[in-house]
């Protein structure tokens, strides 16, 4: 998590191949029937990288950490895209494309 709060994008790549098979599984369960959790799974990993530097490893556990980040997600999702902000959506679109 530290390397991620550097802005390191192999860290941020590394983590998405760890823990993006398990988040999209959650996603696609919670939000059963939804045509778009792989864009919910690439909106999460945006939140990670931008809240990362807040990211204190003796206070929380990485993955409880990430599960909170998850959940937060998930309640934008839940509530509707329309309040997902739009450069959100972007920036997770090019994080996936680089």
């Known amino acids: 998590m530290l390397q991620c709060s550097r802005a390191d994008r192999s860290a941020l790549g590394h983590l998405f191949d760890e ?11 919670i939000l059963l029937g939804s045509d778009r959790p792989e864009e919910a ?19 929380t556990p990485a993955l409880e950490w990430i599960a909170s980040i998850v959940d937060e997600h ?25």
């Open 19 to 29: 823990l993006a098979p398990q988040i999209l599984g959650v996603v696609s369960r």
């Open 41 to 59: 799974v690439r909106a999460i990993f945006v939140g990670i990288r931008r809240q990362s530097p807040r990211f204190d490893a003796q206070r």
């Open 74 to 98: 998930l309640e934008v999702v839940r509530s509707g895209w329309d309040d997902t902000p739009a450069d959100t959506l972007d920036e997770s679109r090019q994080t996936v494309a680089d």
